[in-house]
């Protein structure tokens, strides 16, 4: 790894200035908007990654080709205005400043003339023969940071290293697992009370190291290291972390609008769809409906419905457990739950299809034949989105074997491109270890494009467990396969805020667990109390004892009952965030400081939320708790969900909670339905 040294400045013109580094390629600066700058490294060769798929600011639809990297259709474009000096030259556009250091290479970003993020000093940009590049800031005492999408741990990212690398984590440890499914490199920086957003566009495997590494030579310092790819980085000024966000999310796309019906409760189970006599299993949920008068508007269909002994085969009906696909699906319609269906992006090579597709899957590197990557215990081949030919079949498909029988949702699972041919070939014209994540995202626009056509009046609902950044503009998602035990409540709750505040706020997790044992009744309780306030309300699980259902432990049920009511309450409201993220780009789930950043107490850290701007919630995540602390923010007046009494902000309060209580306070001033006056 070799590092930059010393910059020349060459000039600017409008928006753009750019610098002669000591290593050859040309560091260019460019201001898109007032608040969203752009570094990047420009080789001679050109990009290795010309087009990107992340960008939507004008909010046109990206093709499946991506834009050229260098389009900046729609922005603004606002000239620098130049300041040169001897080794100094700044760039300034209102309160914001890019300060390069002509003598060390080293970029520096003020806010109203103080530094809130600085170049490392001994060394900021690195750059590799094998095409590994590196970037290095400081990390001062008071700097915290968020984001990264769903991964793992506390709300706070400082302290961590993170590897961005999209695996199937089937059971993962929601406080270490590391790396999950989602490819985010998209980091939430705060110092000096001025936060910034700093977005590479790179999605070729990426360490973040943010304060986990000390080095002697260096000072603190956090990194973000890509092994290829092309130096693309965007700066999301703030001041405030709101304002990061929701920037951020309009750069990369503001989220798709779903049903109505996508916000009420969702059944599923791996155990119905995989058991001999699956049909008659998925009326028998039908039955528990009627008899415990639980509402019900979908049900995510596990792939069992597509296997033949442990083998999952896409696009198929195992028709010895389903004889009637169509009758099937209408006695779910009719019953107003509208089934997703799992499929998969991969081919086993004894699937019935292999040959008809062999020419749309990913490459081998060296040979022109399908690459072969495990999945589901046999070898298969990867479907690639990049090619014209693969959308339009697997769109066809899609119409024929579900779409046609009156399926209207889609579920994109097991889709993290385990391709680790590095040098696998694309019909795009890359490798897939450039872009994994990318394939993810145009099989999510393929899906939803398929029911477009099919359904052209109604709003289109894709489900996908992996993604990256514009991810928002196809799919709703969750936090895949988790595992049973207390503490994944806690910490699926951070990965929620810092998805949401790396722009995709439609999010949920498996209710009660995935994988593991199965919940006792005190956890499986608290975890339905915290799962009715996430746009995705679904109850999944794999388990040898069998399936989490709502009404698994009868002496739960007046209150899965009281819950689901609740939720049904809550839904207007819910929508109405839904809405409002759709045209602002704001979450739906906040962490605390979101809103209140003017209370330093809120960023301490907590287990409450906002929900929207107006309600906050306290679930309880520990057993057999007595009490619920939670921290009012200040300068506010807060009114009890259950009570109406009203309590001044700026203190804690200590609670009495019951297994059927938890807190929940209004914003005075504000309406959340079923709140008490």
Request: proline residues 6%; glycine residues 8%; charged residues 25%.
């Amino acid at each position: 790894m070799k590092t930059v040294r010393t910059l020349r400045f060459l000039g600017s013109e409008g928006h753009e200035a750019r610098f002669a580094t000591d290593l050859g390629p040309t560091l260019v600066v460019s201001c898109l908007e007032s608040t969203i700058f752009r570094v990047s490294l420009r080789f001679a060769e050109g990009w290795k990654m010309p087009h990107t798929w992340t960008r939507a600011w004008d909010q046109q639809e990206v093709p499946f080709e991506g834009h050229p990297r260098e389009r900046v259709a729609g922005h603004a474009l606002p000239a620098w205005k130049v300041i040169a000096e001897q080794d100094t030259v700044r760039l300034i556009q209102g309160e914001w400043e890019a300060l390069l250091h002509l003598s060390s290479a080293r970029l520096d970003w003020h806010y109203q003339g103080r530094v809130v993020l600085a170049g490392r000093p001994t060394g900021t940009f690195g750059i590799a023969a094998d095409g590994r590049l590196e970037h290095h800031q400081v990390l001062n005492d008071d700097a915290d940071c968020w984001g990264l999408g769903e991964a793992a741990g506390p709300l706070s990212r400082r302290g961590r290293r993170f590897e961005m690398r999209n695996l199937d984590a089937m059971g993962y440890d929601a406080e270490h697992t590391d790396p999950l499914y989602k490819h985010f490199p998209f980091l939430i920086h705060r110092s000096a009370g001025v936060a910034l957003g700093l977005f590479w566009d790179n999605f070729a495997t990426t360490d973040i190291n943010l304060g986990l590494e000390r080095d002697n030579y260096h000072g603190p310092y956090f990194s973000w290291r890509a092994r290829g790819g092309d130096f693309d980085m965007f700066l999301v000024a703030g001041p405030r972390v709101r304002d990061v966000t929701a920037r951020f999310t309009r750069l990369t796309g503001l989220p798709m609008l779903p049903p109505a019906w996508a916000l009420g409760y969702s059944g599923s189970t791996m155990a119905y769809t995989d058991a001999p006599d699956a049909q008659t299993q998925m009326g028998g949920f039908l039955q528990k409906l009627k008899e415990t008068k639980l509402p019900c508007t979908s049900f995510h269909l596990s792939s069992g419905y597509t296997s033949i002994g442990q083998r999952r085969y896409v696009f198929t009906w195992n028709r010895d457990k389903f004889p009637d696909p169509k009758t099937f699906v209408t006695q779910f319609r009719d019953a107003g739950v509208r089934l997703i269906p799992n499929v998969k992006p991969v081919l086993l090579t004894d699937h019935p299809r292999y040959a008809e597709a062999r020419r749309l899957f990913v490459r081998q590197a060296e040979q022109d034949v399908p690459e072969l990557s495990q999945f589901w215990d046999g070898l298969g081949s990867h479907l690639d989105f990049t090619n014209p030919a693969t959308v339009t079949w697997w769109k066809a498909q899609l119409k024929e074997q579900l779409l046609d029988l009156g399926v209207e949702a889609v579920w994109n699972d097991n889709n993290e491109f385990e391709v680790w041919e590095e040098g696998a070939r694309t019909h795009g014209g890359w490798p897939i270890g450039l872009g994994r994540p990318i394939q993810t995202l145009l099989m999510a626009k393929a899906s939803r494009q398929a029911l477009q056509e099919k359904f052209p009046d109604q709003k289109p609902f894709v489900v996908s467990r992996s993604g990256m950044p514009g991810m928002q503009r196809y799919v709703q998602t969750w936090s895949g396969d988790n595992r049973t035990e207390w503490k994944t409540l806690r910490f699926n709750l951070a990965m929620a805020l810092n998805l949401s505040l790396s722009g995709v706020g439609n999010t949920g997790h498996d209710l009660g667990g995935f994988s593991g044992p199965r919940p006792e009744p005190e956890l499986f309780l608290r975890w339905i109390q915290h799962g009715i306030f996430y746009p995705r309300f679904v109850i999944h699980s794999w388990k040898h004892e069998g399936a989490n259902e709502p009404w698994m432990y009868p002496e739960l049920l007046p209150q899965m009952q009281a819950l689901f009511g609740l939720r049904e309450t809550l839904s207007p409201y819910l929508q109405r965030l839904l809405t409002e993220a759709h045209i602002t780009g704001h979450p739906i789930l906040r962490p605390m400081f979101y809103d209140h950043d003017d209370d330093a107490a809120c960023f301490a850290p907590s287990d409450d939320f906002m929900l929207g701007d107006a309600l906050l919630v306290a679930n309880v995540m520990v057993p057999e708790a007595k009490t619920r602390a939670v921290l009012l923010p200040a300068r506010r007046r807060w009114r009890c969900y259950w009570t109406g009494e009203i309590f001044e902000g700026g203190q804690r309060l200590e609670l009495p909670v019951t297994r059927d209580s938890w807190p929940m306070f209004v914003l005075e001033g504000r309406d959340v339905p079923g709140a008490a006056r």
